[in-house]
């Protein structure tokens, strides 16, 4: 990564505002996330997590504000945003009737990889599927699907991965995977989840989502599980006692 794009803020949301017809779900969200920060996105269901980690991953369009990845404006320039980023989402994005060799095959080609064959292999090899490489993507484990699609946001090696709750369905094999990704290495990470104390653990960086803005943002250390439970929840229930 060049010195002037490694020189900015990984990911920067300024005043990002989404609405649904007469429902707005974010106010006029900012939030900057550090190279090499693993940032957990919390706050109660429907409050707007997996809305704006969409917009950041360029999947949607919010109705006003910005979003900058590595100094990219994604809304402008959504294609040489995706380059950056990798994406597990609730959707996995793989094809059902392509094996799992082929699905990575054909991310590997829309992304121009000199060795398609040879990456796609080696992250087969990588989350444990080799030996299922050639049965169809439908015909997985929900297990083998979430490994899959961790296997394709990869792919082409992004400097930022956003996970949206990248627990859900996760065998014991996948979720081992998921943690030696999230902690072994250099990436900037942003994960939505509801698991106050995985979130401690994984990561270094939270953010509270409630009422349609970040309502507060800190570090993290390893146990700090209770006090962020605490956190989180006066948060919250403030919030939810405004209205």
């Not at 060049?2 to 900015?8: F, I, Q």
Request: net charge positive; glycine share 10%.
């Amino acid at each position: 990564m060049s010195t002037d794009v490694a020189g900015k803020a990984a990911i920067v949301v300024r005043g990002v505002r989404v609405a649904f017809g007469a429902t707005v779900v974010l106010r006029g969200v900012d939030l900057t996330v550090p190279w090499g920060a693993r940032l957990a996105l919390l706050g109660p269901n429907g409050a707007g997590k997996s809305t704006l980690l969409r917009a950041i991953a360029t999947l949607s369009r919010p109705n006003a504000g910005a979003v900058l990845l590595a100094g990219v404006d994604a809304l402008a320039a959504p294609v040489a945003a995706r380059r950056l980023i990798g994406v597990v989402a609730h959707q996995t994005y793989l094809y059902d009737e392509l094996t799992a060799l082929e699905n990575l095959r054909f991310y590997a080609d829309l992304y121009d990889l000199p060795d398609a064959a040879g990456r796609a292999a080696a992250l087969l090899e990588r989350v444990g599927l080799t030996a299922r490489r050639n049965v169809r993507a439908s015909s997985l484990s929900r297990g083998q699907q979430q490994r899959l699609t961790l296997a394709r946001a990869l792919l082409h090696d992004p400097p930022l991965l956003l996970l949206d709750e990248p627990d859900t369905g996760l065998d014991l094999a996948a979720f081992g995977l998921l943690e030696s990704l999230l902690l072994g290495e250099e990436r900037t990470v942003v994960l939505t989840t509801h698991n106050l104390r995985q979130a401690a653990r994984l990561c270094d960086r939270y953010a509270i989502l409630a009422g349609g803005r970040i309502v507060r943002e800190g570090g993290l250390q390893a146990g700090d599980g209770g006090d962020l439970e605490e956190i989180y929840r006066g948060q919250t229930e403030t919030v939810a006692r405004r209205g």
